[in-house]
């Protein structure tokens, strides 16, 4: 098994620009999500989906949209890029019962925005 | 509202020493508390749990953690450190009660090992 595996690894985008974030996961994990990490700040959430077909907004949502069409894929995409977007991206899914299950996370994707 | 913190941003520790990464937290509920540790461009690798019954958990590479109740604390130890051990450790927080699946990851500690 990949477990979980998001695509690109790094990118670069111009103020303004989009681009979407691929998170794929083989474990058939029914929670997924899609973190932030910003040095000294931990994790923030900022979508997550509890099942294919839906999302939720998480803690930092703002600027971010998702969609979740199949159960394996969880895609994050960013309108119009600006420089405070600038973080490594994290995704992971959880299995059920999701409260007690640890998560797993993909590899990251770190992207700057000038 | 829940809460973690990890007082120490940088814990250092001679090879073959005992380590101690710190973690207290706070809900309005009853816990699950989780350990992750992050290695260089890495993805947040799961640790430990606690989720009920003995207070030491045991974990992976030979880290094990202590839950109390009374302090609300979840510390990561392990009796002898190894340079490998270097990297960012998350603990993490969720409100058995009320939270859901919503988890409170801290700001992180970064373990140094020194050789």
């Known amino acids: 098994n990949a477990g979980v595996t998001q695509t690109p690894k790094f990118r670069v985008l111009k103020t303004g620009q989009s681009m979407t974030l691929l998170c794929a996961q083989d474990m058939n994990h029914e929670y997924m999500y899609w973190y932030r990490q910003d040095p000294g700040m931990g994790l923030r959430l900022i979508h997550y989906s509890v099942g294919e077909g839906t999302t939720a907004k998480g803690e930092v949502p703002d600027g971010y949209n998702v969609s979740r069409l199949k159960k394996q894929n969880f895609l994050l995409g960013l309108e119009s890029a600006a420089p405070s977007q600038t973080s490594v991206y994290f995704c992971?899914?959880?299995?059920?019962?999701?409260?007690?299950?640890?998560?797993?996370f993909g590899p990251g994707t770190r992207l700057t925005v000038l | 509202a829940q809460s973690v913190a990890q007082p120490e941003d940088q814990v250092n520790v001679a090879e073959g020493n005992p380590l101690t990464v710190k973690c207290t937290y706070s809900?309005?509920?009853?816990?699950?508390l989780f350990w992750y540790v992050q290695y260089p461009n890495r993805g947040l690798q799961f640790l430990l749990k606690y989720i009920t019954g003995d207070n030491l958990v045991k974990g992976s590479y030979g880290f094990e953690a202590e839950f109390n109740k009374s302090q609300t604390s979840f510390h990561l130890k392990k009796p002898s450190a190894l340079v490998s051990d270097s990297a960012l450790y998350f603990c993490a927080v969720r409100d058995r009660d009320t939270g859901g699946f919503k988890t409170i990851f801290g700001a992180g500690t970064r373990l140094f090992v020194k050789a």
């Open positions: 809900v309005s509920g009853n816990p699950y």
């Open positions: 992971a899914s959880s299995p059920s019962p999701v409260a007690y299950n640890e998560q797993f």
